[in-house]
Structure formats: structure tokens, C-alpha cells
């Protein structure tokens, strides 16, 4: 089964327009089943990402730490 690590949420707001960018990064290691699958057989994995807004409900605050959920599929 894959593999997922040092997930990082990075978020940037824009208070003016009341938006915001997120980015997420993570590492992602393979066993060698898994890997050797990708090369002969063309088998495909899929990063889904939810950012989970874990704050009370309103406004989100200032500095607000959200939720990271990172789930590989195939």
C-alpha cells in the first residue's frame, strides 16, 4: 500500500476579496509490487485531497488550522 508523508497545508488569504489559495504538498512512497505495476501493466494512482475547515462555524479566524485528509487510490 502506498505510502503518504510530510503532508503540508500551506494557506494564503485575501482578505479584500475574502478568498484564499491552498496548496498541498506531501511525499509518497511505493512498494516495489506497487511501482513495478505502474511500469508494466500502466496501473494508475490518484491523490484526492479535502481540506477540512475544523473551526467553529462563522467566520474563519485569523491563523485558523484547518484539517488535512491525503488518500492515494488507484
Known sequence: MATISNPTLTV???RPSD???VVVSCDIQFTEVEVN???????QYTLHCQVL???????LP?????GLV???RR
Open 70 to 72: 491525503l488518500l492515494a
Open 53 to 59: 475547515n475544523t473551526a467553529p462555524q462563522g467566520p
Open 37 to 43: 505495476a505502474m511500469n508494466m501493466l500502466g496501473l
Open 19 to 21: 478568498q484564499a489559495s
Open 62 to 66: 485569523f491563523g485558523w488550522k484547518g
Open 12 to 14: 494564503n488569504t485575501n
